[in-house]
């Protein structure tokens, strides 16, 4: 789903921030959006993955947008809200980006009765706006990856964990444009997950193959 609304701040955010746009005066919806189907052959030895939902901060699991406005200080805004929780929009787009991937042969959630050869936690650890500097607003997106082997193939455990972080500066200081940035983001921060992950698959012998 996507959405091409274009919302507005809400009007306490015109007292606190700076110069805003003019609030809006419904309220707007909007999605994380999952990419495009790609339609590409499999490698022969793709993997099968196994992916949690994704856990969002507290402090970012709202419908409700958020922004930072100054200091430790955040601020929701009633006008401009997501269509469902981000932890699910963020899941449905995490699955997406895998299965695009051609190393990748399937996408399951864990209790799914497949033989898996990864686990796959995701976290987001921000997802705001920055308009605490009244000259200059940002989009911020944090996300924490852990890929660890199916319990009992291999010894160690965890594989690797890693954080991406991205702050993209807004022309516009509206929802639409926030909202447009996250989705760049996200986007930005799978294609170096995928890289990594592609990487690392190809390199530690112990969990590569943890079927065979």
């Not at 499999?42 to 419908?63: C, N």
């Not at 050869?117 to 000259?135: C, H, K, W, Y």
């Amino acid at each position: 789903m996507r959405c091409h609304a274009i919302g507005y701040l809400a009007p306490v955010l015109a007292l606190t921030s700076g110069c805003l746009s003019k609030p809006a005066l419904v309220p707007q919806i909007y999605s994380l959006d999952s990419p495009p189907e790609r339609v590409e052959s499999r490698l022969a030895d793709a993997r099968v993955i196994s992916l949690r939902d994704v856990e969002v901060a507290p402090q970012f699991d709202h419908t409700d947008l958020h922004y930072r406005t100054g200091g430790h200080r955040l601020e929701s805004d009633p006008l401009a809200r997501f269509a469902a929780p981000p932890g699910a929009m963020l899941t449905d787009s995490i699955r997406a980006y895998l299965l695009n991937a051609n190393f990748v042969r399937d996408v399951v959630s864990p209790g799914d009765d497949a033989p898996v050869d990864l686990l796959v936690e995701a976290r987001a650890n921000e997802l705001s706006a920055d308009f605490t500097a009244a000259g200059e607003a940002a989009a911020l997106v944090t996300l924490e990856f852990i890929v660890s082997s199916p319990r009992g193939s291999a010894p160690g455990g965890s594989a690797f964990r890693k954080q991406y972080a991205r702050r993209a500066r807004l022309s516009k200081r509206t929802s639409g444009a926030l909202v447009d940035a996250w989705n760049l983001e996200v986007a930005d921060i799978m294609r170096d997950f995928l890289r990594d992950l592609e990487a690392f698959l190809t390199s530690p012998p112990a969990i590569a193959n943890p079927r065979q």
